[in-house]
């Protein structure tokens, strides 16, 4: 039998299976153990991962990552707040009450 863990951390991602022999970290199409966590969105198309990366310096405000920070807390939080002024994407309060972020996406 084997089985496969999800590390889904704020600045990568890995994949591993666990087999009778030991446990593997599985290779991206790059062969990295680790594919960073971000999502780069273009004119006509996203990048994602390593991909994403590689074209974040060039579009910032359009490059969502590190939203691990986000997760579960209210957009009221005064931590949430802090963080919020490192983030080069615009971050706003949804309806609910936690945060909603926002992205130009012209498809």
Known sequence: MSVVGFDFGNESC?????????IDVVLNDESKRETPA???????????????AATSMMNPKNTISQIKRLIGR?????????????????????????PLIHCSISW
């Not at 971000?38 to 994403?52: E, M, N, P, S």
């Not at 971050?91 to 009450?97: K, L, M, N, R, S």
């Open 14 to 22: 890995i994949v591993a299976v666990a087999r009778q022999r030991g």
């Open 74 to 98: 209210q957009f009221s939080d005064p931590e949430l707040q802090r963080d919020l002024k490192s983030f080069p994407f615009a971050v706003t309060e949804g309806p609910d009450g936690f």
């Open 38 to 52: 971000l999502v780069c969105f273009g004119d006509k198309q996203r990048f994602i991962g390593t991909a994403g």
